[in-house]
């Protein structure tokens, strides 16, 4: 039998097969009037407790496959973004535009996004760095997806980004930005899945 973290379930499922051996081990001398209590019924009623209980072992270990999958991506993706930000510098993109994309990329890191050319105030200068801060816990996986996606859009529609690295190219950033859609959707779909089968 597959042992979960939910180890009560597995547990009652288990002690339940035992009580079945011990029934089975009385032979005929078990001879209950109620129909529920059967051998047979509860044999049933067992065989379909495991069932789910095996059920949502698998959606468990699905999830967790999933979550691992996203925080290895994110580390992936922070690398990227750092040298997304070497190129942004090397194409000669600027104004508006240039503020948007080190916002995006201030908002992946975790940091308050403001535009690049937006001058500290006075308050802000004499404050323990709240304009710095990073998001910590809070700062989630899917803020930083959302950021990096809204990178990519931003830099598709920026003529003058352009880069001779394959990881860099706009295409690659868009498949990587797809594949990101994908895992997300993919995750949040075998939460569901598990806390159906968790109710079961």
Known sequence: ???TKDGGKA????NFEVLINLVTSLGASYNPIKDNLKLVNLQALHTDAAKVLN???????????????RKDEVKNLGSLVTLIAREVKICGIKGEVLGDIK???????????KSATEAPSNAEATTSGESSKRGGFNHSVSRKYDAFQSLVE???????YESNDPD???????????????????????LVNKEKQRVQ
């Open 1 to 3: 039998m597959l042992t």
């Open 11 to 14: 547990r009652q499922v288990e």
């Open 55 to 69: 059920d949502w072992t698998v959606a468990h270990r699905n999830t967790e496959r999933l979550a691992s999958l």
């Open 103 to 113: 916002g995006a990329i201030r908002q992946f890191r975790g940091y308050k996004a």
């Open 154 to 160: 931003l830099l598709e529609n920026t003529p003058e």
């Open 168 to 190: 860099l190219t706009i295409a690659n950033l868009k498949a990587k930005s797809t594949y990101l859609d994908t895992l997300v959707s993919d995750y949040s779909l075998s």
